[in-house]
């Protein structure tokens, strides 16, 4: 079945500080990649996606490639600022015509705490 | 902004009891997914709704949950007999049309406690 790895938590760095969190995958075919970001009392949220294999997706100062070929998917900032305190999560969905019917399979998470 | 919405929010109840959930998901939107997820780990997928059918149901949807979408519109999580291992946040998701690449909107969650 699929599966979706992420470095183990908690991840503490002051502010500019560079970030990356690692995720990988497991997968029969070749899914979409997803980050989703929880905020402290509230909801999760998509942060960025990628749907093929090289593909960079990136959102507010956010990055990461899809690499194929190493099964990874990992999310970096050159320099995280306090307000992206907050739990991430790495997950993967198959494309259409699979047996998921576009269910997201997500990695454990990874809290984020950036001091001043 | 008429986003995922979830009630109740919070929900504490005795083990025995039965507690039901409601999703209403982002208007348009054509699909709903319900997911759990418990302290410390990701969500993990329930079941999943395209208009009022039920597609998917994951093998950890015991017959002790069920879930409806009568008109293709809201959705209800029902538990019944609740056990002190349904403690959990309970989240709703919708997403429009079909698509690898379709974004799910997630909702804030009902957080259930069985005491």
């Known amino acids: 079945g699929n599966s979706v790895t992420q470095m183990e938590g908690p991840v503490t760095l002051s502010e500019e500080a560079f970030l990356t969190i690692n995720c990988t995958y497991t997968a029969t075919g070749y899914p979409s990649l997803f980050w989703y970001v929880q905020y402290p009392g509230e909801g999760l949220q998509l942060l960025l996606k990628a749907t093929k294999a090289d593909d960079k997706g990136s959102n507010k100062g956010f990055e990461a490639t899809y690499r194929k070929e190493t099964t990874s998917f990992h999310l970096e900032k050159g320099s995280v600022q306090v307000s992206d305190s907050a739990v991430y999560f790495c997950?993967?969905?198959?494309?259409?015509?699979?047996?998921?019917?576009?269910?997201?399979?997500f990695g454990q998470g990874t809290i984020l705490t950036v001091h001043p | 902004d008429t986003g995922v919405s979830q009630n109740p929010r919070h929900k504490i109840t005795k083990r025995g009891q039965n507690v039901t959930f409601r999703c209403d998901p982002i208007s348009e939107h054509n699909r709903l997914y319900w997911y759990r997820q418990t302290l410390g780990q990701g969500p993990e997928f329930l079941t999943y709704f395209q208009n009022e059918a039920q597609l998917e149901k994951s093998r950890l949807l015991s017959d002790r949950f069920s879930a409806e979408r009568p008109k293709g519109s809201f959705s209800t999580l029902e538990i019944q007999r609740t056990e002190q291992g349904d403690s959990a946040m309970y989240l709703c998701?919708?997403?429009?049309?079909?698509?690898?690449?379709?974004?799910?909107?997630f909702g804030p969650g009902t957080r259930l406690l069985v005491l």
């Open positions: 997950a993967l969905k198959e494309k259409a015509g699979g047996t998921s019917y576009g269910k997201l399979t």
């Open positions: 998701a919708s997403s429009l049309g079909e698509g690898v690449s379709q974004t799910q909107y």
